[in-house]
Nanobody
Framework: QVQLVESGGGLVQAGGSLRLSCATSGRTFSSYTMGWFRQAPGKERDFVATIRWSPSSSYYADSVKGRFTISRDDAKNTVYLQMNSLKPEDTAVYYC?????????????????????WGQGTQVTVSS
């Protein structure tokens, strides 16, 4: 069983930055692919970014590409989401997710159903 705990959310003005963290339990963290998703009120949960462990690679939603950066520290069992140039439309609950399944097609990691474990979410609110 893997437990995920997000932190770092909050209220920020447009153009500002936040860094989300997702701390995980489990000794095999380095073998998991980690993802960030977000869900705005009344909307579906959408893919934001994912990072694979081997080969090391990351993928982003077009809406955040160039502004957000996903990274991981396997020694700390933690994945991060650095969010810069935030916009009001980035307002949502952000969720961390993990899967031990290795998909040869990277696009599978952009789907909610591809992940086995989820955190409780952290609220990010961007004011205009």
């Amino acid at each position: 069983q893997v437990q995920l705990v997000e932190s770092g959310g909050g209220l920020v003005q447009a153009g500002g930055s936040l860094r989300l963290s997702c701390a995980t339990s489990g000794r095999t963290f380095s073998s998991y692919t980690m993802g960030w998703f977000r869900q705005a009120p009344g909307k579906e949960r959408d893919f934001v970014a994912t990072i694979r462990w081997s080969p090391s690679s990351s993928y982003y939603a077009d809406s955040v590409k160039g502004r957000f950066t996903i990274s991981r520290d396997d020694a700390k069992n933690t994945v991060y989401l650095q969010m810069n140039s935030l916009k009001p439309e980035d307002t949502a609950v952000y969720y961390c997710a993990a899967t031990a399944t290795y998909y040869t097609i990277p696009n599978y990691y952009t789907q909610v159903k591809s992940y086995d474990y989820w955190g409780q979410g952290t609220q990010v609110t961007v004011s205009s």
